[in-house]
């Protein structure tokens, strides 16, 4: 006699795009910020395209914490699970601790369809076992005193990754910076709300690094944005100098295409020369900027809150891999530089691998006059002018700008300086 089989349920479109972007963001086949805005949620309606967003990001956020609760309840803490039936009990799990407003049967019934939905639903009473356990479990409080794998487990941080905040930064901005990483980004408050309608979004990290390298030439002639894509720093510049000529540069063409419709959108902007180039090896005919912005590719640490997967990711050896190319980029950047103009050499990693040492390397071996000059002048100035709507208390460490998430508002940014001297 043939066994009965299961009936599948109807599985809400929200928690299916959910688990359909987190497989592609485990299968590096995309970020989630990108999958969140791609046809995986176009045909939702607004609530469950909130929802989704809310499930991506948040597992995503919680994965090393909600990992380490599952485990308890596993047959084998070594236990092996296949990738959908994980990510099943994760988003499970992430719904039942931590959004109150979702139903508990409705966070653990759709997890096990979207279980039998992967082609595993062999796994479909382990996944209801331990979601109906964790569910009936009053979550342990908080200690008085955490070790740093305590805490970096509880707010969803490597641990590799948190020490080397701790002895970066101190625990307590270790911890700052691990729980601004769990939460969604704040609304701007480091800018002064003003009429400027032309101006683009931005978050609070990426505008800055613009603002200061807008600032810190007067009225220069020729300006290089070297890895330009998306092309909101460039938009800055080509709002606050609207007399320079203006060159954007990527690597990416089609990043490129996507730009130019956006710079496109701006009246100011639509002269800004955009053109495909490695910074690495640009064209030799690309010199004598008096103003050249390199915002380099980084492993994005100060940007765990917009991009959680990034910690799941990155590994130590990566950050030697950027650091050398970032090394090379800012080499190069510096021999276009024409002589008196600045350089903004900026990242929005936390590591000093790709921000002061990638600096000091740099200016050591550097055949060319060139000198890192002070930031505070310039935070000073972007506060007087009104653009800036607070100081940075902490921010300037020597020549160099260092905001950190939770310390200060917006993402991780850092920034130096760099004049070359006139001959």
């Keep these: ?30 970020n989630s910020d990108d999958l969140l805005h791609s046809a995986h949620t176009a045909k939702l309606s607004p609530e469950d395209r909130n929802l989704a967003t809310a499930l991506v990001l948040g597992t995503l956020r919680q994965q090393i914490a909600l990992d380490a609760r599952i485990q308890l309840f596993l047959q084998r803490p070594d236990q092996r699970l296949a990738e959908p039936v994980a990510l099943a009990l994760r988003l499970g799990a992430f719904q039942l601790l931590h959004l109150d407003r979702i139903p508990a049967h409705a966070a653990l019934n759709e997890s096990v369809e979207l279980t039998r939905h992967s082609n595993n639903s062999h796994a479909a009473g382990m996944v209801n076992a331990i979601l109906r356990k964790l569910a009936s479990t009053k979550a342990s409080g908080k200690p008085l005193h955490e070790s740093t794998a305590a805490f970096a487990q509880r707010l969803g941080h490597p641990r590799w990754l948190v020490e080397r905040w701790v002895a970066n930064y101190g625990r307590p901005a270790a911890l700052k910076i691990c729980e601004a990483g769990q939460t969604e980004a704040a609304a701007s408050t480091l800018f002064t709300a003003t009429p400027e309608a032309q101006l683009p979004q931005l978050d609070d990290g990426s505008r800055l690094v613009a603002e200061l390298a807008a600032a810190a030439v007067q009225q220069p002639k020729r300006i290089w944005d070297t890895c330009a894509a998306p092309g909101g720093k460039t938009l800055i510049l080509a709002h606050r100098l609207q007399h320079a000529n203006i060159l954007a540069s990527d690597a990416s063409p089609r990043r490129l295409t996507a730009m130019r419709a956006r710079l496109d959108q701006y009246p100011y902007a639509t002269d800004v020369i955009i053109e495909t180039a490695d910074a690495t090896e640009p064209p030799l005919e690309l010199k004598d900027f008096d103003l050249i912005l390199v915002d380099v590719p980084c492993s994005g640490t100060g940007t765990l809150a917009r991009n959680p997967e990034i910690r799941h990711r990155l590994t130590p050896a990566d950050l030697a891999r950027q650091a050398m190319r970032q090394r090379k980029i800012l080499g190069t950047a510096l021999s276009r530089l024409a002589p008196g103009g600045c350089l903004l050499y900026s990242t929005c990693s936390l590591e000093p691998e790709e921000c002061e040492q990638v600096v000091e390397s740099v200016l050591a071996e550097s055949k060319t006059p060139i000198a890192a000059i002070p930031l505070q002048p310039l935070l000073e100035q972007l506060t007087a002018s009104g653009i800036l709507s607070q100081p940075l208390p902490g921010a300037i460490r020597g020549n160099y700008l260092r905001t950190l998430p939770g310390t200060h508002p917006g993402d991780g940014f850092f920034a130096a300086l760099i004049e070359r001297v006139s001959d």
Excluded: N
């Design 1 to 30: 006699m043939p066994k009965p089989t299961h009936k599948p349920k109807p599985i809400s479109p929200a928690r299916l795009a959910a688990f359909d972007i987190l497989l592609l963001v485990e299968a590096g086949k995309g």
